[in-house]
């Protein structure tokens, strides 16, 4: 499965919605318990990447609720709803519908 | 706390071997999935392996047929076995436990491979 993230880089005021894109090239939705196998994770600078988001949408314990994921079949989102200072990373999405994950390329989000 | 450590990372020549190591604490690594995710410098994250709790094993086009991945539950450990490295597995190899039914949680610090002449 292909995941593309739209757009690359993005650049959003502080305290203004920054809204991220992932297309799958087949569906993630997991018909017999209708889940979206489809996570979101934030990269900082000389870090390993964060996990935030896991079924589409269920925050992982800690993570601020400004963050939240949406969508479902192949098309989601990742909204910022205010943005912060220590929001600027790399956003991933990632895929587990598959045994071989796939994730997408990678949206950077700066000030 | 559950913890994950990657290492093993080295300087190596084209069509060389390296065997990485992640090993792992603060959860009961024998039932659960381990996968390798690698990032070239500058690049985005890409998976390479997976190996479940049974000890079937999955990779990437990439690395099919070059990379072996390995576990011993008694010492909580993941291994990555890399043969006939290309200039193209130049990346940082982060070891991840696989939580639920496959998102990366935690991840290990990273291990840098470098394939150089």
């Known amino acids: 499965i292909v995941m593309t993230q739209s757009p690359d880089s993005l650049a959003v005021s502080l305290g203004e919605r920054a809204t991220i894109n992932c297309k799958s090239s087949q569906s993630v939705l997991y018909s017999s318990n209708n889940e979206n196998y489809l996570a979101w994770y934030q990269q900082k600078p000389g870090q390993p990447p964060k996990l935030l988001i896991y079924w589409a949408s269920t925050r992982e314990s800690g993570v601020p609720d400004r963050f939240s994921g949406s969508g479902s079949g192949t098309d989601f989102t990742l909204t910022i709803s205010s943005l912060q200072a220590e929001d600027v990373a790399v956003y991933y999405c990632q895929q587990y519908y598959t045994t071989r994950r796939t994730f997408g390329q990678g949206t950077k989000v700066e000030i | 706390e559950v913890q994950l450590v990657d290492s093993g990372g080295a300087l190596i020549q084209p069509g060389g071997s390296l065997r990485l190591s992640c090993a792992a604490s603060?959860?009961?690594?024998?039932?659960?999935?381990m996968s390798w995710v690698r990032q070239a410098p500058g690049k985005g994250l890409e998976w390479v392996s997976l190996i479940k709790n049974d000890d079937s094993t999955f990779y990437a086009d990439s690395v099919m047929g070059r990379f072996t991945i390995s576990r011993d539950n008694s010492k909580n450990t993941v291994y990555l076995q890399m043969n006939s490295l290309t200039f193209e597995d130049t990346a940082f190899y982060y070891c991840?436990?696989?939580?639920?039914?496959?998102?990366?949680?935690?991840w290990g610090q990273g291990t840098l491979v470098t394939v150089s002449s």
């Open positions: 603060g959860f009961t690594f024998s039932t659960n999935y």
């Open positions: 991840v436990r696989e939580v639920g039914n496959g998102w990366f949680d935690p």
